[in-house]
């Protein structure tokens, strides 16, 4: 049976007692319109989803749709951007061409648009599990230098990289206490991607000494002010999870079982983290069949939701590439409870 409140509900969840598995879902343009077909809109009311979540606004959207913007789009740090009509785009012209901040100007976080629909989400949602985005650490760096050149620029420039990483948290810092001192809600999400499909973007190493005591100065602002703490990262970042708990985070996400053992997961971290995702994107949901679906489902909430800490989701927003069938089958099971 379903609980009846979902702020009591996915608390318990965080501190592992045993409880039904919640779910959640991120869609894509093509799959939100594929769901809403069939479940109606807004699909978060729809579903009865126990989370819900939103970002400050960006002058580019998550997905900016080329009918509106065009071939690209700039977003507040002035990368440049790709547009797609079935996913996020790609960001294409890096900001910084070279390793030198002299010339560049970070983003105000307080500008009055980034916040004119939160208050009145807040309320609207204020019976359900309610988790806003506050930015991207790594991952923006890597938009505004360039992935390649940012990796050299460990090495050859470690000055540089960590002013750019300052620069950025700052923005999230500035972002953060706009959103406490206005706003009631639960929990804070950083978007940061660390991992490959078979390791770390970053040797682990690296990534202490240049991105963790970042995500620390967040990770305890966040805390401090009462806080859960969500963390998005893709791919394998087996090596750094134990980093992560010692910083405080609550909820590890999307845990892709195409990048990390799942059963591993659960087995040695558990009792300290809860875990959101683990569905097969890339394999099951766009190559099985509904009823393989369904009995991924149902084996996840068994093994994963044993003694509380998971939510079961997809291990990445859901693409265009899922068939029809296997969307339905995946709600429709994850709403059994």
């Given amino acids: ?33 594929i769901a809403e077909q069939r479940y109606g809109s807004p699909v978060s009311e729809a579903l009865s989803l126990p989370i819900r979540m939103i970002s400050p606004k960006s002058i580019k959207p998550l997905y900016a749709d080329p009918e509106i913007f065009g071939d690209t789009a700039v977003d507040e740090y002035g990368v440049l951007w790709s547009t797609s ?28 648009y980034r916040f004119e629909d939160i208050e009145n989400w807040c309320e609207k949602q204020k019976i359900h599990y309610r988790i806003i985005w506050v930015g991207d650490l790594w991952e923006r760096a890597t938009f505004m230098r360039g992935m390649a050149n940012l990796l050299v620029d460990t090495i050859e420039n470690p000055d540089f990289v960590l002013d750019l990483l300052r620069g950025i948290t700052d923005y999230i810092i500035g972002t953060m206490e706009i959103l406490f001192e206005r706003f009631e809600f639960e929990a804070i ?3 940061d991607d660390y991992g490959t499909q078979k390791g770390m973007l970053i040797s682990p190493e690296l990534w202490r000494r240049f991105v963790k005591p970042f995500v620390k100065e967040i990770y305890n602002f966040g805390i401090k002010n009462d806080k859960r703490i969500f963390q998005h990262s893709c791919g394998n970042i087996l090596p750094i999870i134990p980093d992560l708990i010692e910083l405080g985070l609550d909820i590890l996400h999307p845990i892709q079982p195409e990048a990390m053992n799942l059963q591993y997961l659960k087995r040695e971290f558990g009792m300290d983290l809860c875990f959101c995702g683990g569905i097969s994107t890339q ?22 939701g044993k003694e509380g800490g998971y939510i079961l989701e997809p291990g990445i927003t859901i693409q265009a590439d899922v068939p029809p069938e296997n969307l339905y089958a995946l709600i429709d099971e994850a709403m059994n409870l």
């Avoid at 965080?14 to 319109?33: A, G, Q, R, T």
């Avoid at 766009?286 to 991924?296: A, C, H, K, L, S």
């Fill in 1 to 33: 049976m379903r609980p009846s409140d979902d702020k009591k509900w996915i608390e318990a969840v965080i501190n592992h007692k045993e409880m039904p598995v919640p779910y959640n879902f991120m869609f894509s343009p093509v799959s939100l319109k």
């Fill in 85 to 112: 009509s079935i996913d996020r785009g790609a960001p294409i012209g890096p900001v910084l061409k070279e390793p030198d901040l002299s010339g560049y100007r970070f983003p105000d976080p307080g500008l009055p």
């Fill in 189 to 191: 999400a950083l978007s």
């Fill in 283 to 304: 394999n099951l949901l766009v190559r099985g069949g509904p009823q393989d679906i369904r009995d991924e489902v149902k084996r996840l909430k068994e093994t994963m």
